[in-house]
């Protein structure tokens, strides 16, 4: 069946690019371009429709697909949110009416015998749904907030409901007695798959206009006459207006945020900032009972945890001096910036970059974990005040046998 193949080769071609869902800037090493870390309310949406909604059944012509009286308007309603600038999902509702035509046979036959009907009948259908919605064009192309225009593919699951079937028009036909028992007028539930294409255009920071043409395929029983097909289904193209609602930083849309510190400069300027820290009296002590920080230090990119090669010339050298000093023992302590996210995920974030630095060390150059502790105090502690992205860090304090905890 031709629909029932458009649909399943739309599906795939959704399903196809969905595996570049995660657009996020591409990082090279010490870059500080990157997405803002969101919430999980954040970047949501509410969108309302109105469209056309048509039937895909049997016994439905071209010449009876187009026709007008064969068309039902409808509206709904959708919420859902976006993951990243090239995926998002939602969940929505959709009413509208729905037309269904009797065999060509029957009405051939009742035209022979000069009634002018059609066969038609309609019934009334809700539809609940969910979709996931990969957006093509930050798929393949660079996001950037201001663009206009948006491709988005959509494809999910959907439940429908369908009732008061009407028979009345179907029922002047003179030859109708016996045939209307044919068609199923119970109320009934349905399963459905979904699929389409959405186009976007931002009208400002807040509001976007939008227009979804979706097929939904879903069972024979769909329009209450069973036939040779398997599936019946219905084409809808909804106009509608969706509202991004403010994210906790107070913007509707996504945003990166640039830091041009190169991480290597960074770095010397927090070793040449320690003098700052021996003459900051009333500083909270990093490390209780602490002897001695170690001169290096191993810097990160907002919201992130993996060491870059240029930070790698840190880790090593920290092996090097651990290795050759088999007296100390080293706590590995990580911190985040307060700025940034919120405390209890930057308390994961600095024990993250304290792991990497403890693996790397351990992995790759060797060290005896024995000599290694772990601690991170997230954003509690803010060892630098000058700046602070200067905070995304992972600070080396030795240990002795006396100040050993």
């Known amino acids: 069946m031709n629909k029932i193949k458009l649909t399943l080769l739309t599906v795939l071609l959704a399903t196809s690019v969905g595996t570049f869902a995660d657009n996020n800037k591409s990082q090279v090493a010490d870059s500080l371009v990157t997405l803002r870390h969101y919430n999980f309310f954040d970047n949501t949406f509410i969108g309302l429709y109105v469209g056309d909604f048509a039937p895909l059944s049997e016994n439905v012509r071209p010449r009876e697909f187009f026709r007008f009286d064969s068309q039902h308007i409808g509206g709904g309603l959708t919420l859902g949110k976006y993951f990243s600038p090239a995926l998002g999902v939602r969940i929505g509702g959709y009413y509208s009416g729905m037309t269904g035509v009797a065999n060509k046979s029957i009405v051939d036959k009742n035209k022979a015998m000069g009634y002018d009907g059609r ?224 405390p209890a995920y930057n308390m994961r974030l600095s024990k993250r970059r304290a792991t990497s630095v403890f693996r790397m060390l351990v992995d790759k150059y060797g060290v005896d974990p024995n000599r290694l502790r772990i601690d991170y105090k997230g954003d509690t502690v803010q060892p630098y005040d000058r700046k602070n992205e200067w905070n995304r860090v992972v600070v080396f304090v030795l240990e002795t046998p006396s100040n050993k905890r």
Not at 130 to 141: E, G, K, Q, R, S
Not at 156 to 184: A, C, P, Q, V
Not at 237 to 252: E, I, N, Q, R, T
Request: glycine share 6%; net charge negative.
């Open 119 to 342: 066969g038609y009948y309609n019934f009334k259908h809700i539809d609940a749904f969910v979709d996931v919605m990969p957006n093509l064009t930050n798929i393949f192309l660079p996001y950037k907030e201001s663009r206009r225009f948006n491709v988005i593919g959509i494809f999910g699951l959907g439940y429908t409901h369908r009732f008061d079937m009407d028979l009345s028009e179907f029922n002047k036909m003179k030859d109708s007695e016996g045939w209307e028992k044919t068609i199923d007028t119970k109320n009934r539930n349905l399963f459905a798959v979904r699929a389409g294409l959405g186009l976007s255009y931002m009208i400002s920071k807040t509001l976007d206009i939008d227009l979804d043409v979706m097929v939904n395929a879903t069972d024979d029983k769909y329009d209450g006459i069973r036939y040779d097909d398997k599936y019946d289904g219905f084409m809808s193209a909804m106009l509608g207006v969706k509202y991004h609602f403010p994210d906790h930083y107070g913007d509707h849309r996504f945003r990166y945020r640039t830091l041009t510190n190169n991480l290597d400069d960074l770095n010397k300027q927090i070793n040449q900032a320690r003098i700052d820290l021996d003459n900051a009296r009333n500083k909270r002590d990093i490390i209780e009972n602490q002897q001695r920080i170690l001169e290096m230090t191993v810097s990160f990119p907002i919201d992130k945890y993996y060491i870059s090669d240029i930070q790698e010339r840190n880790v090593a050298a920290v092996a090097k001096y651990i290795n050759a000093h088999p007296e100390l023992n080293v706590v590995i302590c990580g911190f985040a910036d307060v700025e940034t996210a919120y």
